[in-house]
């Protein structure tokens, strides 16, 4: 019979009034790896919370390894090898990968940091788990799913044995998801224990041994993945059966976004290259690449954030060049951004300030510099009752809300100005079932009522559901288009990786 390494016996969690986590149970066991599903706001951040030592449950005990304890921190944890790898990564962005990797643990010879010796123990462990990383460049400067790799390493560096992981996949494409389970199964071969928070339930079929669901606090049920139906984990997770998608509607329009020739570059280095597209009122324009193409970029230009060297932007017939972010917002360019932390939200402000953060300056919401507040409120409620966004008031803090919610304050704010254009970038990256679907139904119903919508995903899924069509993107260039209808995984792939296809179909 397989060890218990971990055990949560009756875990309660409230925060005053609130309980988060109500009276939760579970178990996990040695080389074994357990997912967790659940919407967000479940309280499932909150249970792992409690499990690495960040917060202290109201009632409940905890068990390593057979032995009852007390964590009195996060160091506490780790001593007793819990690591955890977060969906907002904990990483110092001027900080290059080696010290970001072993800081708070750094190896010292003669009173000094030895970063000889932390060199190799993190190479080897970067070769060991065959995540490439160059370990002299600085956070700020590598990709999000490279910055996976470093929380992943982190972890490792530190000898956990029971491994967390908050959504790891998020932002990752569909080779680097691949990749990251193969890892999962090499670290479970090894005898260490996972436990895989995510919402994309064929990651879970593929590699998850069992499954705890929870909704509102509470277990709903523990099951054996290899026994269960996805649907019916999706509707255990939601409390109710999936809806079908609004059907799309053929209307597309005039010439909306009209990107001509744009050339950029960021230190030296060339991130688009000569790029052209366009998007109509009506459609949905799916851009599918690798993480670090240019992607990112394509936004900032888009969005007056960065200055190409070359090219015509047009919205609506209007060029956006010399344009200031603000300027562009108001000619009709929205923008779900990729980062909703960093980005699309100011985490220590009210969800009402949030939502009013691209029309406070204009009344009703202030008047001669003053702010409404009796305005920015109501609009606030009802914004939070149109989009379901969970919150007991929208004068919670935005740092206070799960991810999935954080996203819909960005959506509920980009959609309620009704642009012209609308932008979304990765939009339900780390979100539930229940906030995916209506995210994109929110977008359908956008691009039905004549918005033309340019989806940035790493989700192929996601662009092959929502698109009518698809550009690729490959090293700053669109480097092909295909009909999502018509089209196959393995020719995206191809186009991803900068080949062409040589035909033939799927099967």
């Known amino acids: ?54 917060l202290k449950p109201t009632a409940g005990q905890l068990l390593v390894n057979g032995q009852a304890v007390t964590l009195n921190g996060p160091r506490h944890a780790k001593a007793l090898g819990i690591g955890m790898v977060h969906q907002h990564f904990m990483l110092i962005p001027a900080f290059t990968v080696l010290e970001n990797i072993i800081l708070g643990d750094e190896p010292t010879k003669q009173g000094r940091i030895d970063y000889a010796t932390a060199r190799q123990k993190v190479t080897a462990l970067v070769d060991k788990y065959q995540l490439a990383l160059d370990l002299d460049r600085k ?20 000898e956990a044995t029971t491994l967390i992981f908050d959504e790891p996949t998020a932002a990752l494409t569909p080779n680097e998801i691949q990749a990251l389970l193969a ?34 606090g509470r277990v709903i049920d523990t099951v054996l993945v290899a026994q269960t139906d996805p649907t019916k984990l999706a509707e255990m997770m939601v409390g109710r059966p999936q809806q079908a998608p609004t059907p799309k509607m053929a209307n597309q ?4 976004l009209s990107v001509e020739h744009v050339a950029a570059r960021v230190a030296k280095r060339t991130v688009l290259d000569d790029l052209g597209l366009t998007v109509h009122a009506g459609e949905i324009v799916g851009i599918a690449g690798i993480d670090g193409n240019g992607q990112s970029e ?46 699309g939200l100011i985490l220590p402000l009210s969800i009402a300030e949030n939502l009013a953060l691209k029309d406070y300056y204009h009344q009703p919401y202030s008047h001669l510099g003053w702010l409404n507040y009796r305005v920015i409120n109501q609009t606030a409620q009802k914004l939070i009752k149109r989009f379901d966004i969970r919150t007991q008031s929208e ?15 960005v959506v509920a704010r980009e959609i309620a100005k009704q642009p012209k254009v609308l932008i979304a970038a990765n939009p339900t990256r780390g979100v539930d079932v229940g906030a995916i679907e209506y995210i994109h139904q929110s977008l359908i119903e956008q691009r039905n009522q004549g918005c033309g919508i340019l989806l940035v995903s790493f989700e192929l ?28 995984s393995q020719t995206l792939g191809l186009l991803m990786a900068g080949q062409q296809p040589v035909g033939g179909r799927d099967e």
């Open 1 to 54: 019979m397989a060890k218990t390494v971990i055990e949560m016996q009756h875990i309660t969690k409230r925060f005053g009034a609130f309980t988060a986590n109500d009276d939760i149970s579970l178990t996990l066991q040695q080389g074994e790896i357990l997912a967790l599903l659940g919407e967000n706001g479940a309280g499932k951040s909150t249970l792992m919370g409690v499990l690495t030592g960040q």
């Open 139 to 158: 956070i700020a400067d590598i990709s999000v799913g490279m910055q996976q790799r470093v929380e992943i390493i982190k972890a490792l560096y530190r």
């Open 183 to 216: 890892i999962f199964e090499k670290l479970k071969a090894e005898g260490k224990s996972l436990i895989f928070i995510t919402h994309k339930l064929k990651e879970i079929k593929q590699v998850a041994d069992r499954c705890v669901v929870i909704r509102a």
């Open 253 to 256: 329009g005039a010439v909306m």
């Open 298 to 343: 394509l936004i900032q230009v888009l969005t007056g954030q960065l200055k190409p060297q070359s090219g015509k932007i047009e919205l609506a017939g209007q060029s956006l060049l010399k344009r200031t972010p603000r300027q562009i917002s108001e000619q009709g360019l929205g923008c779900i951004p990729e980062d909703r932390q960093n980005i």
């Open 395 to 409: 004068q919670t803090l935005a740092g206070e809300l799960s991810g999935g919610n954080q996203q819909k304050v």
């Open 461 to 488: 899924d996601e662009i092959l559901k929502l698109a009518d069509r698809v550009l690729v993107m490959h090293a700053g260039q669109i480097v092909g288009e295909v009909d999502p209808q018509t089209t196959t």
